[in-house]
């Protein structure tokens, strides 16, 4: 994505205070951190307001626990399988 130069006006101490939480090498830096974590809060925020106004049906839950668990009951034996590892 390209990248242009503009002016803005902000807070410098917050700027220099984000800076370091984030550790980011510039202002530059921590402008487009802010942007793609607004821009992925209001994505997610606008996805919970969707699924609000259309909430699950009764079958869903149950497809869902399905999902989750299908597939898992085999004869692996994974505790020996992973016991080195930490």
Avoid: C, N
Wanted: aromatic residues 4%; hydrophobic residues 45%.
């Amino acid at each position: 994505m390209a990248k242009e130069k503009v002016t803005i006006t902000l807070d410098r101490a917050k700027a220099e205070a984000a800076r370091g939480l984030v550790g980011a090498a510039s202002t530059s830096e921590v402008i487009d951190i802010a942007l793609e974590r607004l821009l992925r809060a209001e994505r997610l925020r606008r996805d919970v307001e969707a699924y609000r106004r259309f909430p699950q049906t009764v079958e869903e839950p149950a497809l869902a626990e399905h999902a989750a668990s299908a597939g898992l009951e085999d004869d692996v034996d994974w505790e020996a399988l992973y016991a080195d590892v930490e």
